[in-house]
């Protein structure tokens, strides 16, 4: 007979309470890119197997995901796949470049470029309903964050055909056709809805909507040609239960029209103190919003900048810590492992002031 062991609920852990507002002991900390590069042991078993392959095999999903959780004992793991994967299993000709990231074959330009998007099927992507249910079992009560692309960081990548610093390509696609930019950004929030949906069915207890480069839109434009897109996004997998988080870099203008969309949290950049962040997203919980190069510094400086934001974190109903953007691939693993023992007493403490 199975042994029986009581196993923790993750839909209870002090990361899904946070998000969700409610009391806890201490902040918790998880960080964005945890998995990746600056961890010697996934060099080791990424090693000659192409990025997007290793997102198919749920044992490496497993294995990879799992890396950080066992070095830094953070509160979160976040399934390793990539933004471009469910594009990838619709039939868009794309690969993911070493030292460049997603590249597109056929860039989109005009309405009939969008055949290929076709709505993703839970059959398209059976790896991931393995790997997450795998991934479950194995964090015994850790719970595991899904993630999917925004509609304006998907697009980007499609209409550029990579990686862009101005998304020059895809603003003048979104300003001189319209018709063609809303039929875009439907497909793509329909192909991100269905993407969280298997995540969620799966197991995971939370999902993470990566809209990285929103920020490079001014309000109006974010307000019109984006938000309706993230906000039925995040409408339809609001029904599934699971705490919803809203993320992108260079959003300080923005966080109010994000917090808008419906997510229960809103990821804050390192650009914007964390007190101006929770006044603008109006009663939303946060995460965020330590700079990544910060780690790279003494550790008195990290001390101090992590003391405060606790500090400020305090004022909003929920604070999940983060850095602001992703782990950079030179960081010492070792210090996020220190930052993580930090975050959990310090805020401890700060709770008994
Ligand atoms: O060969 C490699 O190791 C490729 C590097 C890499 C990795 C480790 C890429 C290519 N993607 C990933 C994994 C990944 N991507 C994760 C899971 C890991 C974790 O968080 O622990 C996640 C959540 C993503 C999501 C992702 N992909 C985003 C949103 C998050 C963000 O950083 O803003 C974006 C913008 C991408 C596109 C992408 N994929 C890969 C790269 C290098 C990029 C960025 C390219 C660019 O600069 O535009």
Redesign the pocket.
């Given at each position: 007979m199975a042994e029986h062991q009581a196993v923790a609920d993750p839909g209870d852990s002090v990361f899904v309470r946070a998000c969700r507002g409610q009391p806890v002991p201490y902040t918790p900390v998880w960080f964005?890119?945890?998995?990746?590069?600056s961890l010697p042991e996934y060099r080791s078993v990424?090693a000659g197997i192409p990025?997007l392959e290793s997102c198919t095999r749920p044992d490496l999903v497993t294995e990879i995901t799992l890396q950080?959780v066992r070095r830094y004992g953070v509160d979160a793991a976040?399934l390793?796949?990539?933004?471009?994967v469910p594009l990838k299993a619709v039939g868009v000709d794309l690969d993911?470049k070493?030292g460049v990231?997603?590249v597109v074959a056929q860039p989109i330009r005009e309405m009939a470029d969008l055949a290929p998007l076709r709505p993703l099927e839970p059959g398209d992507v059976p790896y991931i309903t393995e790997a997450v249910g795998e991934l479950v079992r194995a964090l015994r009560g850790t719970p595991l964050i899904g993630?999917a692309?925004g509609p304006f960081?998907l697009a980007s990548y499609l209409v550029e055909g990579g990686?862009s610093r101005d998304h020059a390509t895809t603003k003048a696609l979104m300003y001189g056709a319209p018709d063609v930019w809303h039929a875009l950004l439907s497909r793509l929030a329909r192909i991100s809805a269905a993407f969280l949906r298997v995540q969620v069915e799966a197991g995971a207890s939370a999902v993470q909507l990566?809209d990285?480069w929103a920020g490079a839109l001014a309000p109006a434009d974010y307000e019109r040609f984006v938000l309706p897109y993230s906000r039925a996004v995040l409408e339809e997998v609001g029904e599934l239960g699971v705490p919803r988080i809203h993320f992108g870099?260079g959003t300080g203008e923005l966080l109010g029209l994000m917090a808008e969309a419906g997510a229960e949290v809103v990821g804050v950049d390192w650009r914007v103190p964390l007190d101006a962040a929770i006044t603008r997203v109006r009663g939303r919980a946060v995460q965020g919003n330590l700079d990544p190069a910060l780690v790279l510094a003494p550790w008195e400086a990290v001390a101090e900048r992590v003391r405060a934001i606790l500090a400020m974190g305090r004022h909003a109903p929920g604070h999940v810590f983060n850095l602001g953007?992703?782990v950079l691939p030179q960081t010492d693993p070792d210090v996020l492992a220190r930052l993580v023992d930090f975050v959990h007493a310090e805020s401890a403490r700060q709770r008994t002031e």
């Open positions: 964005m890119r945890q998995a990746g590069r990424r990025m950080p976040i390793f796949s990539d933004i471009m993911i070493p990231g997603p993630f692309g960081t990686p990566f990285s870099v953007h992703g």
